[in-house]
Nanobody, 123 residues
Framework: QVQLVESGGGLVQVGGSLRLSCAAS????????MGWFRQAPGKERELVAS????????YYADSVKGRFTISRDKAKNTVDLQMNRLKAEDTAIYYC????????????????WGQGTQVTVSS
């Protein structure tokens, strides 16, 4: 059974940092793209960042460029999202996802999803 389990969410003040981690199990995801999505109350889910299977190609939403960094460890089957200079509008449930494609980007379809982890940024 494929599982993606997120961790690292929590409450942080504006300007602070959090590091989210996603552990994949049930199959190897070393040859597929991985991504982080988020969904805020009353808003649609959006792709925040994604990374290709090699780990050299990344995509970031404009709203997080320069503040968030996605990385992966293929040996450990994990993908992380380092979030710096957090803003109140970053408050959302963050989901880890895995695609069937080796590539990265907003046009890639993601097939496997984690349960999500709450990130709350207080002002």
């Amino acid at each position: 059974q494929v599982q993606l389990v997120e961790s690292g969410g929590g409450l942080v003040q504006v300007g602070g940092s959090l590091r989210l981690s996603c552990a994949a199990s049930g199959r190897t995801f070393s040859r597929v793209g991985m991504g982080w999505f988020r969904q805020a109350p009353g808003k649609e889910r959006e792709l925040v960042a994604s990374i290709n299977w090699v780990g050299t190609g990344t995509y970031y939403a404009d709203s997080v460029k320069g503040r968030f960094t996605i990385s992966r460890d293929k040996a450990k089957n994990t993908v992380d999202l380092q979030m710096n200079r957090l803003k109140a509008e970053d408050t959302a449930i963050y989901y880890c996802a895995a695609s069937l494609s080796p590539f990265s980007g907003p046009s890639i379809e993601f097939k496997y999803w984690g349960q999500g982890t709450q990130v709350t940024v207080s002002s």
